[in-house]
């Protein structure tokens, strides 16, 4: 494809007069000229109301960020946990109020690091948690009751983390963070086909297991954080990655009120992983639709009326996907802005992604701007002065009611196939992501949606180079080799009855159908290890790591 846009191809009377050509939202949404009162038709009170005010269109507390700023985070987890807890506490001396950690690719599929076939992928994306000895290590230093943490993972991260907190002497009650325990979303974004309605009905019991215990043992911490941002990193529009990830989050109401819990309670105990795009305003016309919408829906289908538990409560993560491979520095530009979306859109905590990630794990200086990122937006552009500063704009107004419509309709659409889990079963779910991604990659490769430096404005391959001051970060031999030996000496040296009878409880509690929470950490005490315990109940069926390791390693991996 010839690039008719690149700068030494257009004159410079061309660029003068050059036009906006797209004049689409990023999803497809057609736009007018501009925006009127002849496109708004709402009653201020019923559809936006005060910030802080339901339906919290403009916000769920009444002076947002004059009242508290958002949480800095910065996703991390690198090599082993002694490398990830440097890396932790480098982030907090550079300004970060608040820890996100994820897991390397074998721990998220509960595999132990020195599993045969995956020796390779030990410290690759992640930080490797196989017992409770490397969230020791991992948190050696860092003080678990002052600080809120995030773990971008499933249930693991956060059993070792409580049996930690229990074996310091914490208060529970006062602990404060969120587990990304979101069961289903993984069969969707990690899968290339659609598992069975069975399998995605058992897989809900843990999320409900820690909810429950969340409920009874801890008030501050979000033991269910929905994820849409890996859905909208598949490639679907804005209203696909709302509408789908409610959709998602009902399935999972619906199971823990099947244990008796109230509505109230258990609404209160969920938060969300969003997206922040690069289409400015149809990222925050997204993020309060979506609040409005969740606030309406819970009173609509659950009933719940605690104003605290309509609450939309989200982390964002500026969008991976818009990221660049060609000319790098770009992205930081990038992420700029959608830094900008997620406060003009009323966040509670915030991620930039760090410019280098089409290429490498953060280096330290790509974090550091990441986090300086969200530091100049809150002490210097002014936009934390007051609460939902595009609230009234005629266009930020027509497209938020526009996106609820939608969002409602999406939502209709699945119900009608019996719920998202009838929906990705049926393989509805994998088609519509099939569908946007295809559709996407023709747009770019027609010219149709324009990327700088990719498809406009490139310069030659040899000189698409970015020269760092630093090397770009790669998993560290020594340190994975040094976490292998702790794993192995871990092994050797547990109370092995005390581990054995641990196990046991496990068992006897999961063929009792009790919840699994309390056994979980009381394994997890014992130094079992995260692949043992899946052994006894397996929470990530060989199904879904076959699949997860055949599109990483690509062939099966061992039983």
């Not at 004049?23 to 708004?40: Q, R």
């Not at 090599?79 to 998220?108: H, V």
């Not at 992501?433 to 295809?438: D, G, S």
């Amino acid at each position: 494809m010839e690039d008719k846009k690149s700068s030494d191809k257009l004159s410079i009377e061309e660029r003068y007069w050059a036009k906006a050509e797209r004049v689409k939202t990023w999803s497809g949404y057609d736009l007018k000229d501009f925006y009127g009162p002849m496109d708004i038709d709402f009653d201020y009170q019923r559809d936006l109301g005060n910030p802080g005010e339901y339906p919290f269109t403009r916000g769920v507390y009444a002076n947002m960020f004059r009242g508290r700023l958002w949480s800095v985070r910065e996703i991390s987890g690198h090599s082993s946990p002694e490398e990830s807890n440097k890396r932790l506490k480098f982030l907090m001396e550079s300004g970060a109020s608040a820890l996100n950690i994820i897991p390397d690719t074998p721990t998220q599929s509960l595999l132990d690091s020195d599993h045969p076939d995956i020796y390779k992928q030990v410290g690759i994306q992640g930080c490797p948690l196989c017992t409770l000895k490397d969230m020791e290590i991992l948190f050696d230093g860092i003080p678990q009751d002052r600080v809120s943490t995030i773990f971008s993972s499933h249930h693991m991260p956060m059993v070792q983390y409580i049996a930690l907190a229990e074996n310091k002497g914490l208060d529970l009650s006062k602990i404060r963070g969120t587990t990304l325990n979101d069961t289903l979303h993984g069969s969707v974004c990690f899968g290339m086909e659609a598992p069975t309605e069975d399998f995605l009905v058992n897989i809900l019991s843990i999320g409900t297991d820690a909810m429950e215990f969340c409920c009874n043992h801890m008030p501050k911490y979000y033991p269910l954080c929905l994820d849409c941002y890996d859905l909208r990193e598949t490639g679907i529009n804005a209203v696909q990655e709302i509408a789908w990830v409610f959709c998602n989050a009902f399935e999972n109401i619906d199971n823990a009120l099947s244990r008796g819990l109230e509505a109230d309670d258990v609404t209160r105990r969920i938060s969300f992983t969003v997206s922040a795009h690069i289409d400015i305003f149809e990222e925050v016309a997204k993020l309060r639709a979506a609040r409005r919408l969740w606030a309406k829906m819970l009173k609509e289908r659950y009933g719940v009326t605690d104003p605290r538990a309509l609450f939309w409560k989200i982390h964002i993560n500026t969008a991976a996907c818009s990221m660049v491979r060609q000319q790098p520095l770009n992205n930081i530009v990038r992420i700029a802005y959608e830094a900008l979306v997620a406060v003009l859109g009323g966040t509670q905590s915030l991620q930039c992604v760090s410019y280098n990630e089409p290429i490498c794990l953060p280096t330290e200086k790509s974090h550091m701007l990441a986090v300086r990122t969200q530091q100049i937006l809150s002490h210097e552009t002014g936009v934390v002065n007051v609460a939902d500063p595009l609230g009234g704009s005629y266009y930020i107004e027509a497209l938020t009611n526009k996106l609820e419509q939608e969002i409602r309709a999406e939502i209709e659409a699945i119900d009608k196939k019996g719920g998202f889990i009838k929906a990705v079963a049926s393989g509805y779910i994998h088609s519509e992501i099939n569908k946007a991604a295809y559709e996407y990659q023709m747009e770019v490769e027609k010219g149709q949606r324009e990327i700088v430096g990719k498809n406009i404005y490139t310069i030659p391959d040899e000189e698409d180079t970015h020269e760092e001051e630093e090397a770009p970060h790669i998993v560290v031999d020594e340190a994975v080799e040094k976490h292998l030996a702790t794993l192995e000496e871990t092994k050797k040296n547990r109370n092995q009855k005390a581990h054995k009878d641990a196990l046991n409880e496990l068992e006897r509690a999961h063929k009792a159908k009790e919840n699994l929470f309390r056994p979980l950490i009381e394994a997890t005490k014992a130094y079992a290890t995260i692949e043992e315990i899946n052994e006894v109940v397996p929470f990530y069926p060989s199904i879904l790591r076959d699949r997860f390791f055949r599109n990483i390693l690509g062939r099966k991996i061992a039983a």
